[in-house]
């Protein structure tokens, strides 16, 4: 089993950044597909940026530009440094991890509990 926490979620004017950060209970951060979803009320839950399995990055289009998704192998740790934050920004951030993809969001295999972000204008 593995646990995957996020932390440095928060509140944060529209312009501003946050850096959230994924810490998994083992090493899974090199091997796993992992990243970032999110979920704002009424919404369904939205990929916004993931590993690929050839190492690439892939970015949902309404953060591109703004949001980047890094990781630490030696740290077991994925953050998402976002940027030019906006009041549509908000919601609760999940981590994620998959032995194949991210991308079925009913089989992946690992969840974090969530981080909240709020950007107010």
């Known amino acids: 089993q593995v646990r995957l926490v996020e932390s440095g979620g928060g509140l944060v004017q529209a312009g501003g950044s946050l850096r959230l950060s994924c810490a998994a209970s083992r090493s899974i951060v090199s091997s796993y597909v992992t990243g970032w979803y999110r979920q704002a009320p009424g919404k369904q839950r939205e990929l916004v940026a993931a590993?690929?399995?050839?190492?690439?990055?892939e970015y949902a289009d309404s953060v591109k530009g703004r949001f980047t998704i890094s990781r630490d192998n030696a740290k077991n740790t994925v953050y998402l440094q976002m940027n030019s934050l906006k009041p549509e920004d908000t919601a609760v951030y999940y981590c994620?991890?998959?032995?194949?993809?991210?991308?079925?969001?009913?089989?992946?295999?690992?969840w974090g509990q969530g981080t909240q972000v709020t950007v107010s204008l």
């Open positions: 994620a991890a998959d032995r194949f993809s991210l991308l079925r969001i009913g089989s992946i295999d690992y």
């Open positions: 590993y690929s399995r050839g190492a690439g990055t």
